[in-house]
């Protein structure tokens, strides 16, 4: 599982985001829309050559 930080909704009602270490990573949405900027936890299912996808484990966003 990894942490990332929501940058918006993309193609095909997916939401996209970014790892620590600056990867794209796809998700889909819950029934809300994540706000831009939240921290999610998600579990990495398959590896493309320029991005990540995976399903969020917590709908709680994570705080520091």
Do not use: C, W
């Amino acid at each position: 599982k990894l942490e990332v930080i929501v940058e918006g909704e993309g193609k095909n009602k997916l939401m996209n985001g970014r790892t620590v270490t600056n990867h794209i990573v796809h998700f889909p949405a819950y029934e809300t829309v994540l706000e831009r900027g939240a921290i999610v936890q998600v579990r990495i299912e398959t590896a493309g050559q320029h991005s990540l996808a995976g399903k969020v484990l917590t709908k709680e966003v994570v705080h520091d």
